[in-house]
């Protein structure tokens, strides 16, 4: 072993996760190496994820505002014509910019990137073997390693993925057409973005969920409001419905469903997948060297300082449990690698935002109304609708509403959750307001602009703190 390929800590997966581990382990005087198979770094949320999905939001929300919203602004524009191809382009080169970007902030940092497939043979050593085949395996000796190799998308055994007419959120980000008619199995967030984004170039998009509503995670009262603004959108959703088979004939997905009516069936000229993501462990060698998973979701048992059972081998971001959010990853990498330099630091999972791009947008922070009741917890609530906002009507974005739940007692944030335009960009504010254990008479006595869609927060945060006078609700 040549004293070049000895490092205090190597890093496989290049992601938010390993990326982030990367740049923070170097600030700390760490010598580094990142492992990725891919010839482009940033993992699933740069190449096949977050960024490309959201650029296509953006896309075809400028496409749908152009079709059916600017006129009543008094802005009139002849027949509008969709280039998808160019649109596709836009989305390829947003990602292109955004991973040559995360390579120079590595080379920055003196972070050395090996390309090819990472594997452990030992708690000090790793394997990778060569993207091309063609060379040699290289052997890494590490003080420590860490895993950051993210996730894929689960695979029905009922439906499998052809790359063409079943499909993955990958494929589904770059169809050469618009499909006239999209099937999506799943009405979680990957199934309603990507379903948003299809649905505004086009296409007729059904959604089959098993459960009861769609994004059942979210607080019901927000869940509800999303699934009627898609339904007004042009969605149809089958609820309490799941898909039985599918079978690919004449350049099309005829599927065969149960739904609460009985048997159904439905042709669709792609049908998307999208029931949920599992951690993508295949080929590190976890088998072979002990590392404990959970038998039931193949996630990395990890203490909490993110080390796993085997002294010296860390994991984070998707491959451990928690939701499967890149900002969750970059938490956790920050935490993990100053953990290791002997820095106290954690991650507080009670504010960790959770958003969903639609449109409008969703997003919370926080324990839902029906966790607080699960768990007896005295709280107030306060709603008030962006209807009520002079920015929101100056824009023509009314839908939506913010809810702030808070104790009874203290008054302490417990959750924040809004539907509505710029969701997105609001949440920070409930995020710090939780992470500082804010009260919601904190966030209606601090002063916001006017216009601004943060003041229906501040609103809905006086409603609660009002609320608090009454003794709240179990």
Same mark, same amino acid.
């Given at each position: 072993?040549?004293?070049?390929?000895?490092?205090?800590?190597? @890093?496989?997966?290049?992601?938010?996760?390993?990326?982030? !581990?990367?740049?923070?382990?170097?600030?700390?005087?760490?010598?580094?190496?990142?492992?990725?198979?891919?010839?482009?770094?940033?993992?699933?949320?740069?190449?096949?994820?977050?960024?490309?999905?959201?650029? %296509?939001?953006?896309?075809?929300?400028?496409?749908?505002?152009?079709?059916?919203?600017?006129?009543?602004?008094?802005?009139?524009?002849?027949?509008?014509?969709?280039?998808?191809?160019?649109?596709?382009?836009?989305?390829?080169?947003?990602? !292109?910019?955004?991973?040559?970007?995360?390579?120079?902030? =590595?080379?920055?940092?003196?972070?050395?990137?090996?390309?090819?497939?990472?594997?452990?043979? $030992?708690?000090?050593?790793?394997?990778? /073997?060569?993207?091309?085949? /063609?060379?040699?395996?290289?052997?890494?000796?590490?003080?420590?390693?860490?895993?950051?190799?993210?996730? /894929?998308? @689960?695979?029905?055994?009922? %439906?499998?993925?052809?790359?063409?007419?079943?499909?993955? $959120?990958?494929?589904?980000? !770059?169809?050469?057409?618009?499909?006239?008619?999209?099937?999506?199995?799943?009405? #979680?967030?990957?199934?309603?973005?990507?379903?948003?984004?299809?649905?505004?170039?086009?296409?007729?998009?059904?959604?089959?969920?098993?459960?009861?509503?769609?994004? $059942?995670?979210?607080?019901?009262? *927000?869940?509800?409001?999303?699934?009627?603004?898609?339904?007004?959108?042009?969605?149809?959703?089958?609820?309490?419905?799941?898909?039985?088979?599918?079978?690919?004939?004449?350049?099309?997905?005829?599927?065969?469903?149960?739904?609460?009516?009985?048997?159904?069936?439905?042709?669709?000229?792609?049908?998307?997948?999208?029931?949920?993501?599992?951690?993508?462990?295949? +080929?590190? +060698?976890?088998?072979?060297?002990?590392?404990?998973?959970?038998?039931?979701? #193949?996630?990395?048992?990890?203490?909490?300082?993110?080390?796993?059972?085997?002294?010296?081998?860390?994991?984070? +971001?998707?491959?451990?449990?928690?939701?499967?959010?890149?900002?969750?990853?970059?938490?956790?990498?920050?935490?993990?690698?100053?953990?290791?330099?002997?820095?106290?630091?954690?991650?507080?999972?009670?504010?960790?935002?959770?958003?969903?791009?639609?449109?409008?947008?969703?997003?919370?922070? #926080?324990?839902?109304?029906? !966790?607080?009741?699960?768990?007896?917890?005295?709280?107030?609530? #306060?709603?008030?609708?962006?209807?009520?906002?002079?920015?929101?009507?100056?824009?023509?974005?009314?839908?939506?509403?913010?809810? *702030?739940?808070?104790?009874?007692?203290?008054?302490?944030?417990?959750?924040?959750?809004?539907?509505?335009?710029?969701?997105?960009?609001?949440?920070?504010?409930?995020?710090?307001?939780?992470?500082?254990?804010?009260?919601?008479?904190?966030?209606?006595?601090?002063?916001?602009?006017?216009?601004?869609?943060?003041?229906?927060?501040?609103?809905?945060?006086?409603?609660?703190?009002?609320?608090?006078?009454?003794?709240?609700? =179990?």
């Amino acid at each position: 072993m040549t004293e070049e390929n000895r490092y205090d800590l190597v @890093v496989i997966g290049s992601g938010p996760g390993g990326y982030v !581990a990367c740049v923070r382990a170097a600030q700390l005087g760490m010598r580094v190496a990142c492992v990725e198979k891919n010839a482009r770094l940033g993992g699933v949320c740069l190449n096949v994820g977050c960024i490309p999905s959201k650029a %296509l939001l953006d896309s075809s929300e400028h496409y749908a505002t152009a079709r059916r919203r600017l006129a009543e602004h008094g802005v009139r524009v002849g027949e509008v014509e969709l280039d998808l191809a160019a649109m596709m382009a836009r989305k390829d080169q947003v990602v !292109a910019e955004l991973t040559e970007n995360v390579r120079k902030l =590595l080379e920055r940092h003196k972070v050395e990137v090996v390309t090819g497939t990472g594997r452990l043979e $030992s708690p000090g050593k790793v394997r990778v /073997e060569p993207a091309d085949r /063609e060379g040699s395996p290289v052997e890494l000796q590490a003080g420590k390693v860490l895993l950051a190799t993210g996730s /894929e998308p @689960v695979q029905v055994p009922s %439906l499998p993925f052809d790359g063409r007419f079943i499909v993955s $959120s990958t494929e589904a980000l !770059a169809f050469d057409r618009v499909p006239e008619r999209l099937g999506i199995v799943g009405g #979680g967030y990957i199934g309603l973005e990507l379903g948003s984004v299809w649905n505004r170039l086009g296409s007729h998009v059904t959604v089959i969920e098993m459960l009861p509503r769609i994004a $059942s995670l979210l607080d019901s009262q *927000v869940s509800r409001a999303l699934e009627r603004l898609l339904r007004r959108q042009g969605f149809e959703f089958l609820l309490e419905s799941r898909v039985e088979e599918a079978a690919v004939e004449d350049d099309a997905v005829r599927v065969r469903l149960r739904t609460k009516k009985g048997e159904e069936e439905r042709v669709f000229d792609r049908l998307l997948v999208a029931v949920g993501r599992r951690p993508l462990t295949r +080929g590190l +060698g976890l088998e072979d060297l002990g590392v404990a998973t959970d038998p039931q979701t #193949g996630q990395i048992l990890v203490n909490t300082r993110y080390e796993t059972s085997v002294p010296g081998i860390y994991a984070i +971001g998707d491959l451990v449990a928690g939701p499967m959010l890149a900002h969750k990853a970059s938490a956790e990498a920050v935490a993990c690698v100053e953990g290791m330099a002997g820095l106290e630091s954690e991650v507080n999972y009670d504010a960790v935002p959770s958003i969903i791009y639609t449109w409008p947008e969703v997003a919370s922070v #926080g324990k839902t109304e029906e !966790a607080l009741k699960a768990l007896q917890v005295p709280y107030c609530m #306060g709603t008030y609708p962006f209807a009520g906002a002079g920015r929101a009507r100056c824009m023509g974005e009314t839908d939506g509403f913010v809810k *702030v739940l808070s104790h009874a007692g203290s008054g302490r944030v417990l959750g924040i959750h809004i539907i509505g335009p710029r969701a997105s960009d609001m949440i920070a504010e409930g995020v710090l307001a939780v992470e500082c254990s804010a009260t919601a008479q904190d966030i209606g006595r601090v002063m916001h602009g006017h216009p601004t869609f943060a003041e229906a927060l501040q609103e809905a945060a006086r409603v609660a703190t009002a609320c608090a006078v009454y003794g709240g609700k =179990l």
